[in-house]
């Protein structure tokens, strides 16, 4: 039992060692993607429920890596958040987003997802502000979703940083509403203009009675606050239907179009609908 023990001991430090080594490597790729071009944008459209309209589009950041292929945001924010590397990609898609939606024959939303670290950097407003003076983009074209848990670690800061961006003129969404601890002081607390419901709360929620439940409860908190409510994670017409029958204001998923390069979205810009 002692000997194998011991092998397992040896296969353990081999497996950490090569995660050791693993992100090591993915931490000094990051740092150097911005600069060698290795992130792209996909865009996914919003949609009006009642209308049909597309409304917006979020952006959604990819890592082009060299040798290790499409990485997942999932993957690398969490490290880049660590290493600090999130500033200058933050910045990067911020840019990005913003020079690309300008461009747009209709101006339609975009929504932008930001990172706590980005938030509670040196001056994210100062930032947003001047890239929105470079680009040219109206400021109420520009939504931010941010989660709950970038408010959390410092509040006080996370407010007056709120402030300064709301008085610069964009938007803010509360995202992944219902997955944080207290999401319901936080509406009240912070100045948002929307609310995100996770998509654990759309899925099935035709067929499952409780989701149903909480859906409609979070409906009737937006109705009350005077705050508009999107669904993401819209992946069947009957998950859609239902949240038109409930007055959901709009949604978003693969229903209705997956995160793509916004040249395929070219022909629903010039409709102003999801084709
Ligand atoms: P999120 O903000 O909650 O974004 C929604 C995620 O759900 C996206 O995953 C999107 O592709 C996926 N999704 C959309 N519709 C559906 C659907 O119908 N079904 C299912 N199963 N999934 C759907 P993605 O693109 O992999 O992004 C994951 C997370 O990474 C995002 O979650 C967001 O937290 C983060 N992220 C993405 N881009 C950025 C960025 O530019 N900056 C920062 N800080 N975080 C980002
Ligand atoms: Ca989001
Ligand atoms: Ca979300
Ligand atoms: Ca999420």
Sequence with gaps: ??????????????????????RRSLEHDLRLAVSRGEFTVLYQPQMDVMSG????????LRWNHPERGSVP???FIPVAEET?????????????????AAGWERPLRVAVNVSAVQLHGPDFAQTLHEILLQTGLRPGRLELEITETALVRDPARALATLRRLKALGVRVAMDDFGTGYSSLSNLRAFPFDKIKIDRSFIRAVDVNTETAAILRA???LGRGLGLPVLAEGVETPAELSFLGAEACQEAQGYLLGRPAPIEDFAEAIRLGRVA
């Design 218 to 220: 979070v409906l009737g």
């Design 1 to 22: 039992a002692k000997a194998e023990g011991r092998g397992n001991y040896q296969f353990y430090d081999a497996v950490l060692g090569t995660q050791i080594r693993d």
């Design 84 to 100: 600090g590397a999130i500033l200058a990609i933050g910045d990067w898609v911020l840019r990005e987003t913003c020079r690309e």
């Design 73 to 75: 945001p999932d993957h």
């Design 53 to 60: 309209e597309l409304v917006g589009f979020e952006a959604l």
